[in-house]
Each structure stands twice: as C-alpha cells, then as structure tokens.
T-cell receptor, first 112, second 117 residues
C-alpha cells in the first residue's frame, strides 16, 4: 500500500505566482516529513522538513504546512521562479527510524 | 568533498547478465541506502545499511544483493538481470541523528540509468 501519496503528477504555474504541491499520508507513526527536489539527470536534494509537532515551517520562499488531523501536508513556493521547475518528492520517516517513504513525485513547471 | 558518487552513470545489460553498481560517500555517514526510481512510482528502497557491517531489506529487495564493503562504500549487485530491473538507481547516505533532534537528511548520488534488454 502506498503510505505517502502525491495525487498530482504535474503542476504548471506562471512565474511570480504561488505553487502549491500536496501530499497525503496514511501512517500515523510518521514523525517527520521532508520535501526533496530533483532536477533531470541529478539525484534528489533536500529542500525543507517539518516535525509532526509543528504545523508550519518556513525557509525563504518555501513553506511547508502540516495538517495532522487530515494527514495532509503541502509545500508552498512564493514567488515561483523558472529555476524551481523540477520534480518534487514528499517523504516521511517514522519515529526513531531511518527509512524514508517517498511519494510518487510532482513535476512542477514554472513558465516565464 | 565529492559527497555521494556512483558508477557507472549508464549501463545496458542483456537479460541474465550480472553487474555491480558502486557507491561511495566521503561524508563519514553511518547509513547508506539503495533506491530505484520508476515513472509514477517515486523512489522505492531496495536495501539499506544502518551502519557498517549491517544490511537490511527495503521495500523491493528481490533480485538484488548488497555489500557494505566499509564505512564509505555500499554496492548493489544484480545477479541475473531482468527487464523489470530497468530503472534509475540512486544511492544515498545519512548521518546518525537522534530522533528528537530532527530527521536524518539523506544525501543522494547522481544515479545510474540501467536498461535491461
């Protein structure tokens, strides 16, 4: 079963607008949630994370929101830039665990 | 400081052939991982090594073996390649982080694109 799901395979936004990427999970034992960004022909790179005891974490243009009751998190990018065009993976990790569970990924395209 | 390196970058095999994917990290990380990425499937964990001398199965271990050669190196072997193993393979590493101090961010290599005919 897919414990972490990203239901939108792709998202297209205009430069300067907000990008919102969504992620749902089923495992209530997940303790941390992470977002990774991946450019073509490169490995994923860590972007931002949030602990399950928080509902928001912000880092520059990137903000992650967590709604534990709905088992839902989202990544907001404001303002979006063409260089943000990449595949974004949502991932989760259980308490005291070391194994990440990834979602399917969302291809973000930011149009100039 | 090269981070995580993987060799080869590309490989084409015929069904039944064997090969070993190499991975090395120079960040003195304890844990290392092998993932495969397939379209629409995200990254799926094949095997991982929490520390030198230990290895454990991940989500999709069938058809693969691993060796944690030392703290730096973690190899993935396909004994008899099958077309279903056509994929992009990523190696990653992470330091030990106490769970209450934050997630153990994983650092990824550039990947190996494998095609099995």
């Amino acid at each position: 079963d897919q414990q972490v799901k990203q239901n939108s395979p792709s998202l297209s936004v205009q430069e300067g607008r907000i990008s919102i990427l969504n992620c749902d999970y089923t495992n209530s034992m997940f303790d941390y949630f992470l977002w990774y960004k991946k450019y073509p022909a490169e490995g994923p790179t860590f972007l931002i994370s949030i602990s399950s005891i928080k509902d928001k974490n912000e880092d520059g243009r990137f903000t992650v929101f967590l709604n534990k009751s709905a088992k839902h998190l989202s990544l907001h990018i404001v303002p979006s830039q063409p260089g943000d065009s990449a595949v974004y993976f949502c991932a989760a990790i259980e308490t005291s665990g070391s194994r990440l569970t990834f979602g399917e990924g969302t291809q973000l395209t930011v149009n100039p | 400081n090269a981070g995580v390196t993987q060799t080869p970058k590309f490989q084409v095999l015929k069904t039944g052939q064997s090969m070993t994917l190499q991975c090395a990290q120079d960040m003195n990380h304890n844990s290392m991982y092998w993932y495969r990425q397939d379209p629409g499937m995200g990254l799926r964990l094949i095997y991982y090594s929490a520390s030198e001398g230990t290895t454990d199965k991940g989500e999709v271990p069938n058809g693969y073996n691993v060796s944690r050669l030392n703290k730096r190196e973690f190899s993935l072997r396909l004994e008899s390649a099958a077309p279903s193993q056509t994929s992009v393979y990523f190696c990653a590493s992470s330091a030990y982080v106490p769970w209450d101090r934050g997630p153990n961010e994983q650092f990824f290599g550039p990947g190996t694109r494998l095609t099995v005919l």
